[in-house]
């Protein structure tokens, strides 16, 4: 049983770099790829990108020049860090699991709420 | 990008009545469809796996079928406890995308 545990700063200007850190705990770690998704409020889920244990990533292309997904497997933990947000960016952000290629998220992280304003 | 495309969007309901919610793709999911469930102040819950497979604990009034572009989820007999918001998300191409929600309202 996966248990994924989420922080980082909920409130940022514009321009500035979102940074966003989820923790796993429990099951395994490999085979699995670690994604990020995000919710703006009262809409739909958007999928950033992903990340698998052996650092290899896959970006929204949209999204892809101002992403950044990382992992620190010693520390069983993966990151997000989204540059020069603006008020676009504001949005509920989810650290989710997949257990391989074509699965369901079947984790949730309990969700941050990232706000931009000047 | 696969675009997924439910409906309705919304819809009132009464409990005990038969719902069912539609998600077309915009091409092949290759099977690998999904339907979470989503409350307020949550994060989405994984209801159903490769367009008709139910997780572990979910009633079994939640059902789902379906393949290729045409999918649906439907819940018979719903609860009180039902009212929520519903995705279909699609696995199968990268970027993962998600339909635009479901939102069902006890009336």
């Known amino acids: 049983q996966v248990q994924l545990q989420q922080w980082g700063a909920g409130l940022l200007k514009p321009s500035e770099t979102l940074s966003l850190t989820c923790a796993i705990y429990?099951?395994?770690?490999?085979?699995?790829?670690w994604s990020w998704i995000r919710q703006p409020p009262g809409r739909g889920l958007e999928w950033i990108g992903e990340?698998?244990?052996?650092?290899?990533?896959n970006y929204r292309p949209s999204l892809k020049s101002r992403v950044t997904i990382s992992i620190d497997t010693s520390k069983k933990q993966f990151s997000l860090k989204l540059s020069s947000v603006t008020a676009a960016d504001r949005a509920v952000y989810y650290c989710?699991?997949?257990?391989?290629?074509?699965?369901?998220?079947?984790?949730w992280g309990q969700g941050t709420l990232v706000t931009v304003s000047s | 990008e696969i675009v997924l495309t439910q409906s309705p969007d919304f819809q009132f309901v009464t409990p005990k009545e038969k719902v069912t919610i539609t998600c077309r793709a915009s091409?092949?999911?290759?099977?690998?469809l999904h339907w979470y469930q989503q409350k307020p102040d949550q994060s989405p819950k994984l209801l159903i796996k490769?367009?008709?497979q139910s997780m572990s604990g979910v009633p079994s009034r939640f059902s789902g079928r379906g393949s290729g572009t045409d999918f649906t989820l439907t819940i018979n007999g719903l609860e009180a406890e039902d009212a929520a918001t519903y995705y279909c998300?699609?696995?199968?191409?990268?970027?993962?995308?998600f339909g635009q929600g479901t939102k069902l309202e006890i009336k």
């Open positions: 989710a699991s997949l257990s391989g290629s074509y699965k369901p998220f079947d984790y």
């Open positions: 429990g099951g395994s770690f490999s085979g699995y790829y």
């Open positions: 990340i698998n244990h052996s650092g290899r990533t």
């Open positions: 091409q092949s999911t290759g099977g690998s």
């Open positions: 490769y367009a008709s």
């Open positions: 998300h699609q696995s199968g191409s990268l970027p993962y995308s």
